[in-house]
Every structure is written in C-alpha cells, then in structure tokens.
C-alpha cells in the first residue's frame, strides 16, 4: 500500500535556533524557570533540515535575530499560497518583531508580502488544505483574519474553533496528509468546539482521528509530502494510523522545542509557488 502514495517536492523555509529560549509564557507549554539546552536544540533542528533534504525537499534558511526566541518558528511568520504571502501580526506583543525580518527574506526572494491588518499568526493558524483554507481561531488568529485571507488569496476559508489552551493554534491539533483535491487530514476532536468537529467530520469523514495523547506529543504538528509523514517519535498510535494508511512515518525528535510549545510543523515554514 505506502507504493500508492506519491510524494511531492516542497520548498521549505527554516530558521536556525540559535537564539532559541524560553524567557515568557504566552501558552501553557512554556516555563521560563525551565531550562533549555540550546546545543540540543540544535541538533533536533538540524536533524528535521537533514531528514527533509534526505526526502528530496528544498530547504531554506532566514538569518536568526538576537532577541527573538521564538522565531524558530518559522510556520507562524506566514502563509504561502500559489505564490502570494500573506505576513503575520502577532498576538503576543513579544512576538511582533519577528515579522520583520521574515518580510524582508520573502521580498529579497522576489515576493510581494501583505501585511494583515488583525492578528494573523501564518500557518499556525492557517492551513491550506487543496481547495480551501481551514482556519483556526479561539486562541491567536482573529476571524477578522480569517476573512481577510479569504480576500487576499480568493479561496474559500473555513474557520475552526479551539478550545482547549494546549492547543492554542490549529496545526498544533491537525495537519493535512494529502492536499490534492479534498485532501485527508489527521486531528484530535477535543481540541475543537463541538460545530468545529462537525465541520471536520463532514469535510474529511475519512480522516484520521488522533488520541489526546499523540496530540499532547506533538504528534499534529507534522508535515506531510503527500507520501512521507515527518513527526514526533512519541506519537506511536498516530504513527501506526497514518502507515496503516499507506504513509511513511518518519519520525523526527525534537522534544526540545516542546518547551515552548512548538514541535516539526511550527519550525516549517512551506513556500507554495504557482503549480505548472
């Protein structure tokens, strides 16, 4: 069966961790009294950018700014959709700054950025998904956003609610495993309201249903090639799902990052061009 699947080349955008600590609390992951060992850090970063060029991907880096922990982070910097960038605008006055320097990466790379005008955490909380946009709100990313995606990209936005503080940004509880057509994704029901699990059960009623245990591992926050799955070692459940559906795991650790709440899918960034 995993024959069946076809992967997809990607273009990645990453952020060296070199800067990366936990010195506030904007979620309930994040301890600044608990230490992080930055060396590690690093070389859990390095492996996710190996594992990612070793599967046939394209790897880019944005220069890390002093100051910023948390850019690292690279997924809530933007979203990238045939081609067109839409920025971010924090929900955490420590965050704002990191826009910066992103916009400046994307402009030097020949993009035009847009700059949201409500709070807009990138793919965080917006996760293209083929033929729309699913959309996470509750915790960060206003429905004002959501709207203002919808005019700047001229796809369809379907917004989700959270509930649960853990999961304080949607690609924390779901990720896509195929974006052809309608797609497939994986995701914990209980970090959304009861409305938002009917959506997604009406959207996606072959989805793979994650335990809250896959999900409090980071197990969510993964990236899918359409074929290659990249994510946490302890989301062992949701690992033998998605082979069972004819994926391939790769497990990828960085449970370093987990201090900040952050796992594979918040350091990833993906470049969508226009497809031929």
């Known amino acids: 069966m995993p024959d069946s699947r076809v992967p997809r080349r990607r273009r990645f955008l990453v952020c060296e961790p070199r800067h990366f600590a ?52 690279a997924a809530n910097a933007a979203v990238v959709l045939e081609g067109r960038v839409l920025g971010s605008l924090f929900h955490a006055p420590e965050r704002r700054a990191e826009s910066l320097p992103y916009e400046a990466w994307f402009k030097q790379a020949g993009f035009e950025v847009h700059r949201p005008g ?34 700047f990209f001229g796809v369809p936005v379907i917004g989700l609610t959270l509930v649960d503080p853990y999961f304080y940004h949607l690609d924390t509880a779901l990720f896509v495993l195929d974006d052809e057509g309608d797609g497939n994704v994986a995701y914990y029901p209980g970090a959304f309201s009861p409305g938002s699990r009917e959506v997604l059960a009406r959207l996606y009623p072959d989805a793979v249903i994650a335990t809250r245990e896959d999900a409090l591992a980071f197990g ?42 952050g796992g594979i899918k918040c350091c990833t960034q993906e470049i969508r061009e226009n497809r031929s």
């Open 118 to 151: 409500s709070v807009c955490e990138g793919e965080g909380d917006l996760v293209p998904a083929g033929r729309w946009i699913l959309a996470g709100t509750g915790f960060r990313t206003t429905p004002e956003a959501h709207r203002e995606a919808q005019e």
């Open 22 to 73: 936990v010195h506030y609390a904007i979620n309930p992951w994040m301890d600044p009294g608990r230490s992080v060992d930055v060396i590690r850090a690093l070389d859990q970063w390095r492996a996710l950018v190996d594992a990612y060029r070793a599967h046939g991907h394209t790897v880019e880096t944005v220069a890390p700014v002093p100051g910023l922990p948390d850019m690292v982070f």
């Open 220 to 261: 969510l926050n993964a990236v899918s090639d359409g074929r290659h799955v990249f994510l946490s070692p302890g989301a062992t459940a949701l690992a033998g799902q998605v082979a069972d559906r004819g994926y391939v795991p790769v497990p990828v650790d960085l449970s370093e990052f987990h201090k900040a709440g």
